[in-house]
């Protein structure tokens, strides 16, 4: 059964820090890149980051570039997102996705819930 759950949410007051983390199970983590995606109310979930299985190349929104870091490790089969500077319209509904796009593979966590505010 393939389960991903994040956690590591939560309220957090402007220029503040979260670690976001996404515990990966039922499949196998190292075929699969991995994204952080966020819906904020009223909008359309958007693509933050993404790692490849390697951990070797990553990519960022423009939004989030130079304030968050997404990062794996591979033997806990865990994904990270390191937030920093936190903005107040970083607030969203954040949720991890596991990637095969060669077989069109696409699982997605639960969310967990990131409100900056103060």
């Known amino acids: 059964q393939v389960q991903l759950v994040e956690s590591g949410g939560g309220l957090v007051q402007p220029g503040g820090s979260l670690r976001l983390s996404c515990a990966a199970s039922g499949f196998t983590f190292t075929y699969f890149a991995m994204s952080w995606y966020r819906?904020?109310?009223?909008?359309?979930?958007?693509?933050?980051?993404?790692?490849?299985?390697?951990?070797?190349?990553?990519?960022?929104?423009?939004?989030?570039?130079?304030?968050?870091?997404?990062?794996?490790?591979?033997?806990?089969?865990?994904?990270?997102?390191?937030?920093?500077?936190?903005?107040?319209?970083?607030?969203?509904?954040?949720?991890?996705?596991?990637?095969?796009?060669?077989?069109?593979?696409?699982y997605w966590g639960q969310g967990t819930q990131v409100t900056v505010s103060s």
Do not use: H, W
């Open 39 to 106: 819906q904020a109310p009223g909008k359309a979930r958007e693509l933050v980051a993404t790692i490849t299985n390697t951990g070797g190349t990553t990519n960022y929104a423009n939004s989030v570039k130079g304030r968050f870091t997404i990062s794996r490790d591979n033997s806990k089969n865990t994904v990270y997102l390191q937030m920093n500077s936190l903005k107040p319209e970083d607030t969203a509904v954040y949720y991890c996705s596991a990637e095969r796009d060669r077989y069109g593979i696409q």
